[in-house]
């Protein structure tokens, strides 16, 4: 039998790719995982970053890598990934004195970070959790990208969700869409979300607590577009499709529909990349 053999040549980036998550912890351990978590972690808790409970913060890890390692593979590049866990909940969302402990550490200790992902929803806003959001964004320049939630609320006029709705440079808050695309019932949503992304029904790596366990689960939620959309944007400036993050200049964005008015935009991606060797080899 005759066969085809297509094969491609890929690009190293220059550099690696760092990103941590704020979450319920990482499960350093999950063989889609291993070797990708950091070595250091953060913790505002009793207990280790990489004893994930709960199994958010597995499962969006997962969902990071394999949106960024789709990338790659669509764009035929590779790039070292290094993913930070950083722990400030349990088995439930802990009080927002324990997410500004867990940021103030990783802005204090951590050194080279592209962007984090938090999927905190607190529906009160804390002056101590905004000046930190704001030293982290716009002082030490990265980005952060943070659920909307998920009660199928207008933000801004029939609730409020924190650190979205911190009107912060450089922070930008993440709403849920199915994968045609239409707005996910319960995704918040609002002039307050500016980027949407599919978070419906996402398998990804979970937390193996014993032999019988799959290591895989699938969850929906704005946690799940949150990470999706961090992959595509630091991918983006990597290769130098934009210079930037900035929450007020979307052009790497286009508008797919709208609900009650506002617009529901995505991540615009290029049909063909142009890598120059500054960017890759």
């Given at each position: 039998?005759?066969?085809?053999?297509?094969?491609?040549?890929?690009?190293r980036?220059?550099?690696?790719?760092?990103?941590?998550?704020i979450?319920?912890?990482?499960?350093?351990?999950?063989?889609?995982?291993?070797?990708?978590?950091?070595?250091?972690?953060?913790?505002?808790?009793?207990?280790?970053?990489?004893?994930?409970?709960?199994?958010?913060?597995?499962?969006?890890?997962?969902v990071?890598?394999?949106?960024?390692?789709?990338?790659?593979?669509?764009?035929?590049?590779?790039?070292?990934?290094?993913?930070?866990?950083?722990?400030?909940?349990?088995?439930?969302?802990?009080?927002?004195?324990?997410?500004?402990?867990?940021?103030?550490?990783?802005?204090?200790?951590?050194?080279?970070?592209?962007?984090?992902?938090?999927?905190?929803?607190?529906?009160?806003?804390?002056l101590?959790?905004?000046?930190?959001?704001?030293?982290?964004?716009?002082?030490?320049?990265?980005?952060?990208?943070?659920?909307?939630?998920?009660?199928?609320?207008i933000?801004?006029?029939?609730?409020?969700?924190?650190?979205?709705?911190?009107?912060?440079?450089?922070?930008?808050?993440?709403?849920?869409?199915?994968?045609?695309?239409?707005?996910?019932?319960?995704?918040?949503?609002?002039?307050?979300?500016q980027?949407?992304?599919?978070?419906?029904?996402?398998?990804?790596?979970?937390?193996?607590?014993?032999?019988?366990?799959?290591?895989?689960?699938?969850?929906?939620?704005?946690?799940?577009?949150?990470?999706?959309?961090?992959?595509?944007?630091?991918?983006?400036?990597?290769?130098?499709?934009?210079?930037?993050?900035?929450?007020?200049?979307?052009?790497?964005?286009?508008?797919?529909?709208?609900?009650?008015?506002?617009?529901?935009?995505?991540?615009?991606?290029?049909?063909?990349?142009?890598?120059?060797?500054?960017?890759?080899?």
């Open positions: 039998m005759d066969c085809l053999v297509r094969t491609y040549h890929y690009h980036l220059t550099q690696k790719i760092k990103v941590a998550i979450d319920s912890g990482i499960d350093a351990t999950h063989p889609y995982l291993k070797g990708y978590v950091s070595q250091k972690s953060y913790s505002a808790t009793n207990t280790n970053a990489f004893i994930d409970n709960q199994g958010h913060g597995t499962h969006v890890a997962g990071f890598l394999t949106q960024l390692e789709t990338l790659f593979d669509y764009y035929h590049l590779v790039a070292p990934i290094e993913i930070v866990a950083a722990k400030y909940f349990e088995s439930s969302p802990s009080p927002s004195f324990q997410l500004t402990a867990v940021l103030a550490n990783l802005n204090l200790n951590e050194t080279g970070l592209d962007a984090i992902n938090v999927s905190s929803t607190g529906d009160k806003s804390d101590s959790e905004r000046r930190e959001f704001e030293y982290t964004t716009q002082v030490l320049k990265i980005p952060v990208f943070a659920a909307a939630g998920n009660n199928g609320l933000l801004l006029k029939n609730y409020e969700a924190y650190p979205c709705m911190y009107r912060i440079k450089n922070l930008f808050c993440v709403g849920n869409l199915e994968p045609s695309h239409k707005l996910f019932p319960l995704s918040n949503f609002g002039h307050a979300v980027i949407y992304d599919v978070g419906t029904n996402i398998i990804s790596s979970y937390p193996i607590h014993n032999p019988n366990d799959a290591g895989i689960a699938i969850m929906t939620g704005t946690s799940q577009a949150t990470p999706r959309t961090m992959a595509n944007m630091v991918f983006m400036k990597k290769i130098g499709v934009i210079s930037s993050f900035d929450r007020d200049n979307l052009d790497y964005t286009r508008t797919i529909s709208s609900h009650y008015n506002i617009p529901i935009r995505v991540i615009k991606f290029p049909e063909h990349l142009r890598i120059t060797s500054s960017l890759a080899q």
